[in-house]
């Protein structure tokens, strides 16, 4: 198998392709990084490939695929490539199947934009400490957590009124196995630290189960690898990301990432 081939944006804070490098990790499949500077992604040649202009981008030689939009590719990879149903459920489980659907949609239409949203106002926005946009991102990201908060938590109860299993057994989104939904909010997960600097936000207390099913999706040695690698990307190579503050008119400057939580705990 020819590797796939998606592309990422130096230094590779953003979150988005590495949801794809995680999926891709997990089932064992071969890819390549494609490393193209911001300043490229808004003009051809890259726009006849992705006329979004944004990242990732994926290209499948063995299928003569081209695809574009982070959820889009992790359905045509699952579909194509995971026939162990290592990250998906079977139809024999038709609900679960596509329950995992409404949490990635979830995650593609609320945690991304609002998380991004969070991150422009509280360190990009020309107009610095506008706490009117501050606070309204920041609650909406707390929303976001509650609902996962919530949901997993109803997943934990379940588990434990079906089955022998202890409180400190890991639960998931949907059914009993991690999979391609819990996998896509990993990469934006562990920018909360950034997002509520000075730590602003305390989600082991305010958000347990998150907390819980957050640390044990990047523990997974396949996420932590994909994961780590990033930091590495972060912490070695040049961010072309500055161009894009260069071309915006309302942005200020990029800014200082605090470390992402949960990459390089035991």
């Not at 006849?48 to 590719?73: F, H, Q, Y």
């Not at 400490?129 to 309204?136: K, M, S, V, W």
């Not at 997002?195 to 396949?222: C, M, Q, Y």
Request: negative net charge.
């Amino acid at each position: 198998m020819q590797p796939i081939k998606v592309y990422n944006g130096p230094h590779g804070q953003g979150p988005n392709p590495w949801k794809v490098f995680i999926v891709l990790e997990e089932l064992g499949l071969p890819y390549d990084i494609v490393w193209i500077p911001y300043r490229e992604i808004k003009f051809e040649p890259y726009t006849n490939l992705n006329p979004n202009g944004r990242l990732p981008t994926m290209i499948d030689p063995n299928k003569n695929v081209t695809l574009w939009e982070s959820g889009a590719i992790i359905n045509y990879i699952i579909a194509t490539y995971d026939t162990e149903l290592k990250l998906t459920y079977r139809d024999d489980r038709l609900e679960d199947k596509w329950l995992l659907q409404s949490w990635l949609m979830f995650q593609m239409s609320a945690q991304g934009p609002m998380f991004g949203q969070k991150m422009w106002f509280t360190h990009l926005h020309i107009e610095q400490n506008l706490q009117t946009a501050i606070d309204r991102y920041g609650n909406e990201v707390k929303r976001i957590i509650g609902v996962l908060n919530d949901a997993l938590g109803k997943q934990r109860k379940k588990k434990l009124s079906l089955s022998t299993t202890t409180d400190d057994d890991p639960v998931w989104l949907v059914g009993d196995k991690c999979t391609y939904a819990d996998l896509a909010f990993a990469p934006w997960n562990t920018l909360l630290g950034t997002l509520f600097p000075g730590g602003t936000l305390d989600i082991k207390t305010e958000f347990p189960e998150f907390h819980r099913w957050s640390s044990n999706v990047a523990r997974r040695p396949a996420t932590r690898k994909v994961l780590e690698y990033r930091e590495e990307c972060i912490r070695t190579m040049k961010d072309t990301g500055e161009q894009v503050v260069e071309r915006q008119a309302d942005a200020a400057k990029m800014p200082t990432y605090e470390p992402s939580i949960g990459v390089g705990d035991s």
